[in-house]
């Protein structure tokens, strides 16, 4: 079935102005609800190689919390866990992180990430001891059945569970949906189309989310996450809004993997100008991007020619910088490591294999 | 020529696949296959090899171990049916090498520690993880050349070749592997990823095995003893490649592998069931050859 999107009908409506170009669009998505999850202190962790300060992550959080974010989401990129040589060691561990920003929180509420093979139900326990609400339970979009336990027991402990299937732009929106029921079986309450390569256009987020719209049941919510390597994330979000997703996941001033998530405060903008309610104030996670995200970025999070290429060749955004790493090392092009990457058609997790390809990559360049 | 008769429990992949290969052992005879369902393929398979079949679980193989003079079990089962097996097989004179994740007895990879197991008050052995048997003996290769302070294994298999028995409990699959990592691989901390990749046609096996040194890695001596360690796992995986490395940056050594099956019964990118089956026939016959006087 096809669950009607909820209309509030006093929604207090962010004042925009009023009578500005784009009119006709004003309404689109007036009294829509959509809750905003914010990315920066866990996505955001790849372009930061896992090294954000407790001092930052508690003042980017804070500034989110005051903003009216209502989600934040502090892990290792990878996920609880994810400590480690393959994808990095971080400056703190999630313990800590969570510690530190948990208790400092007046209204948002705290998630953390987990792929099964990489953490484990000990680090899902430990969120949880450590106040986190949600649990988001991340596979590939073909290996669902892998999160059952950790879902299990996400939802046993009350926690907001969340199955999250990333690299979903691999298979067809009839196969996410098979995945979908089986996390959903397992105790999710939320499914999530995660575009992790940043590769889909908005006919392809629309396609998937009405799918998972119209196959989950109606309590179930259906989620979007979004990377911004093809310039789609606001696109692909309002797709995934119109075709029935409640969540949506930004990142302030995009900070993510790839050419990063979907900017948070420009999707603010364009949902007050489209009148849809989420409850985040504008002016404040502009400032929170301007002033607390951009100032720490090491490097720009945008398109650059090697982010393009993972969105145009649909490969996993946090091979970004291990991809250039290993290409200046061994002496061949980080593009073509990430097109061969895509060829091969590899997976969420798999940066083990960039230095072996790129070894086997120069040893056939300086063969030839 | 004199054989050392053997049992299967476990009528599935892997006990057929072991099937195949102790049907060629020139040390090991396979007698019994024990299974729990009278109409399964893994037993008709086996009545078809010539082998002796029951479909009453351990229960029906117990009276003949003395009559048909069994001296190796090998169990393929799940880590639940082991514990119930292992009672019923503890009072008797066999040796039980465990292929579930159930480690009652101590882990067992080949050319690390088998021999220290082939003693008399050794009576159950587990064979660890497919990914432990893969990346453990490369940890070992740098552990006894130097002191490992951490090491973190990553097996990348193909999905079709990722049971629901692995995929039930993967965490067992990490927690077991990182374990091993550590006891019998030598590094002081151990960490394990698992990835499952669904392409089509199916990978075969690969680990990527990383080692952080205590002190500046001697690259000569671990190159050599990576290499060494390849041999000495070729012996009964030929499938085993070094595909890059050692690569040495500053303190961390990298080691590539790919293990690819004999394709027995199972498919050839099924590498990492194939090392478990090829690493129980190792251990069974080593021991087999002791119990006959043979020197191995």
């Known amino acids: 079935m096809n669950a009607p999107i909820p209309v509030v009908v006093s929604a207090p409506i962010p004042v925009v102005l009023s009578e500005a170009p784009g009119a006709e669009s004003k309404d689109r998505l007036r009294g829509t609800k959509v809750t905003l999850h914010d990315m920066s202190l866990r996505d955001g962790m790849h372009p930061k190689q896992h090294q954000i300060t407790l001092a930052q992550m508690i003042s980017i959080a804070s500034g989110l919390d005051d903003a009216g974010v209502p989600l934040i989401e502090v892990s290792h990129g990878d996920g609880l866990g994810g400590a480690s040589i393959n994808y990095g060691f971080p400056l703190h561990t999630d313990q800590e992180y969570l510690r530190a920003v948990v208790p400092r929180m007046k209204r948002a509420r705290v998630s953390a990430l987990l792929l099964p093979g990489i953490g484990t139900v000990d680090d899902l326990r430990m969120a949880a001891g450590e106040g986190v609400t949600t649990i988001r339970v991340a596979t590939h979009c073909t290996e669902a059945d892998v999160a059952v336990q950790h879902l299990g027991l996400a939802r046993s402990l009350g926690l907001d569970t969340v199955g999250f299937l990333m690299m979903a732009h691999m298979i067809e929106p009839a196969a996410l949906v098979a995945q979908a029921r089986i996390m959903e079986a397992a105790g999710a309450n939320c499914l999530y189309c995660t575009d992790s390569a940043g590769t889909m256009l908005p006919d392809d987020v629309r396609a998937r989310i009405a799918a998972l719209r119209a196959a989950l049941a109606p309590a179930t919510e259906v989620g979007f996450h979004g990377h911004h390597n093809l310039g789609m994330g606001i696109a692909n979000s309002l797709a995934a809004i119109e075709a029935g997703a409640a969540r949506i996941d930004g990142s302030a001033a995009g900070l993510g993997a790839g050419a990063g998530n979907t900017p948070l405060e420009v999707l603010v903008a364009v949902l007050d100008r489209m009148g849809a309610v989420h409850g985040v104030d504008l002016y404040k996670v502009m400032d929170v991007a301007e002033d607390l995200v951009v100032p720490m970025m090491d490097v720009p999070v945008r398109i650059d020619r090697d982010a393009l290429i993972l969105g145009y060749a649909g490969v996993y955004s946090s091979f970004l910088l291990f991809a250039q790493r290993a290409g200046a090392r061994y002496g061949v092009s980080s593009r073509d490591l990430l097109v061969e990457l895509g060829r091969r058609k590899t997976i969420g997790g798999q940066e083990d294999l960039i230095e072996d390809l790129a070894l086997d990559m120069a040893r056939a360049k300086g063969g030839g | ?296």
Not at chain 2, 91 to 108: K, M, N, S, W
Request: proline content about 6%; overall charge neutral; some cysteine.
């Open chain 2, 1 to 296: 020529m004199t054989k050392v008769n053997a049992a299967i429990i476990g009528s599935g992949n892997i006990g057929t696949d072991l099937l195949y290969k102790l049907k060629r052992s020139a040390i090991l005879d396979p007698v019994w296959m024990v299974g729990v369902d009278p109409a399964s393929d893994g037993l008709a398979r086996a009545r078809t090899l010539g082998v002796k079949t029951t479909a009453d679980g351990v229960d029906g193989l117990v009276p003949h171990l003395a009559t048909d003079r069994i001296a190796v079990v090998f169990d393929a089962t799940s880590a639940h049916a082991h514990h119930q097996n292992w009672r019923r097989l503890a009072e008797h004179d066999v040796l039980v090498v465990d292929l579930t994740p159930a480690a009652i007895g101590p882990y067992c990879i080949p050319p690390i520690n088998l021999e220290q197991h082939l003693t008399a008050s050794v009576r159950n052995v587990n064979m660890v993880t497919c990914g432990g048997q893969a990346t453990v003996p490369m940890v070992a290769a740098v552990s006894r050349v130097q002191e490992v302070e951490y090491a973190e294994i990553v097996a990348t298999v193909a999905s079709r070749s990722a049971g629901p028995g692995t995929r039930n409990n993967i965490d067992e699959f990490t927690r077991t592997t990182a374990a091993a990592v550590e006891k019998l691989g030598g590094a002081r901390r151990g960490k394990a990823i698992i990835i499952l990749n669904p392409a089509e046609p199916p990978l075969i096996m690969r680990d990527t095995i990383h080692c952080l040194t205590a002190g500046e890695p001697d690259v000569t001596a671990i190159t050599e003893s990576v290499r060494a360690m390849v041999h000495e796992v070729q012996r009964y995986v030929p499938g085993y490649r070094l595909k890059n490395g050692p690569v040495f940056d500053g303190r961390r050594v990298t080691t590539y592998v790919e293990v690819e099956g004999l394709g027995d019964y199972l498919p050839p990118y099924a590498g990492n069931l194939d090392i478990m089956t090829a690493a129980a026939l190792r251990t069974g016959e080593v021991w087999a050859e002791r119990a006959l006087g043979r020197s191995s």
